[in-house]
């Protein structure tokens, strides 16, 4: 979920993602259970062990309320997004801006003590290491879109070469 800024979002995150007991999500059957097939019941535990909630923090906020934010049981991950970040700083397009990066360590923090996994975004070499050695075991290598385009790029490329 984008955006993340307080408690009272992580809790309707969590209301709206997760069946009962520990959400309100809405089912109907057919595809879901199987057509009948599986146990309505049965699916729900399972859905809801399977189900992973994941918290991004983009905005000044969403630092400031992290303690709040990954308190919330069923917030299973947190994922930093820096780029939006940056914006909130009033540093648009600075993601690797010391005052940026200093608000993602601070959201990670929060996540190591509560026991909430932080999916750090190595923008630059270096960081993948410094995350690695900082116990961080999430990243997010790139989105569907970016892979895509450089293979395509490159997949042009050497049509035209």
Do not use: S, W
């Given at each position: 979920m984008p955006h993340v800024r307080s408690r009272a979002e992580a809790e309707a995150i969590v209301r709206a993602g997760r069946y009962h007991p520990q959400g309100r999500r809405g089912i109907s059957g057919g595809r879901t259970t199987g057509f009948g097939s599986?146990?309505?019941?049965?699916?729900l535990q399972q859905a809801n062990r399977e189900?992973?909630?994941?918290?991004?923090?983009?905005?000044q906020a969403g630092v400031e309320a992290i303690d709040d934010i990954v308190s919330v049981p069923g917030i299973d991950m947190v994922l930093e997004g820096a780029v939006d970040l940056s914006q909130s700083y009033g540093l648009?397009?600075?993601?690797?801006?010391?005052?940026v990066q200093a608000a993602i360590q601070t959201v990670a923090r929060a996540c190591q003590r509560q026991g909430v996994p932080f999916c750090a975004v190595p923008r630059a070499p270096e960081q993948l290491g410094q995350w690695r050695r900082n116990g961080v075991n999430a990243f997010l290598l790139g989105d569907d879109r970016a892979v895509a385009f450089r293979a395509f790029k490159a997949h042009l490329a050497g049509f035209k070469s």
């Open positions: 599986i146990d309505l019941i049965g699916y189900i992973l909630l994941v918290a991004m923090i983009e905005d648009p397009g600075q993601h690797q801006h010391p005052t």
